[in-house]
């Protein structure tokens, strides 16, 4: 398996535009996790799904951020419209469990530049 | 409320051997992981500790003790590349998904 696959790789955008993320998870994994890290929040969980369902979208900051996840191998988190706060580095996870004890597998994340 | 503690950065010399910290409070207890990254990477599986005791992978070792709601990460024989960001994780009471530490940054010295 190539692994969970995340895209774009970095991406600069200029403020009150959108972006999307898209993630690609192991094949077999039921859960699907969108994380965001800064050097001041640390690793901070947005929104997970299990089975294609979200399960629990409490991290998401607010209304312009959104995840859908259409089947079992295609997840999109969405920030609309973006801000200079949303700079950060996004990560798509995937586990066969969400307590974790066969790991989580990340991806290589996005680097994202609101200007 | 859920929260984990460890140390924000450890310094060890190349050879040597490091022990890293995290100690935990939950209501309930449903194991302890521990993640490495690397500066422009993406956190990586390394352990996962669901009973007390010590499990062993290569010169990796990670132990946990439930009663005092602790455990460490031990790295024997240190490597330049083992200079990275260590997080230790647990499930959270409600929905099991992980919270995690603010991460310990290794530095290793030659």
């Known amino acids: 398996d190539a692994g969970v696959i995340q895209s774009p790789r970095h991406e600069v955008t200029e403020m009150g535009q959108e972006v999307t993320l898209r993630c690609k998870p192991i094949?077999?994994?039921?859960?699907l996790f969108w994380y965001r890290q800064t050097m001041m929040r640390g690793l901070e969980l947005l929104i997970y799904f299990n089975n294609n369902v979200p399960i629990d979208d409490s991290g998401m900051p607010e209304d312009r951020f959104s995840a859908k996840m259409p089947n079992a191998s295609f997840s999109t988190l969405k920030i609309q419209p973006s801000e200079p706060r949303d700079s950060a580095v996004y990560f798509c996870a995937s586990s066969l469990s969400s307590r974790g004890a066969e790991g989580y597998t990340f991806g290589s994340g996005t680097r994202l530049t609101v200007v | 409320g859920q929260s984990l503690e460890q140390p924000s950065e450890v310094t060890a010399v190349e050879g040597a051997i490091v022990q890293i910290n995290c100690t935990y409070q939950t209501s309930g207890f449903y194991g302890l992981s521990w993640y490495q990254q690397h500066d422009g990477g993406a956190p990586t599986f390394l352990s996962y500790n669901g009973l007390d005791g010590l499990e062993e992978t290569g010169r990796f070792s990670s132990f946990l003790s439930r009663s005092d709601s602790y455990g460490y990460l031990l790295l024997q024989e240190l490597q330049m590349k083992d200079s990275a960001s260590y997080f230790c994780?647990?499930?959270?009471?409600?929905?099991?998904?992980?919270?995690w530490g603010a991460g310990t940054k290794l530095i290793i010295k030659p």
């Open positions: 994780a647990v499930p959270m009471d409600s929905n099991y998904q992980l919270i």
């Open positions: 094949s077999g994994h039921d859960y």
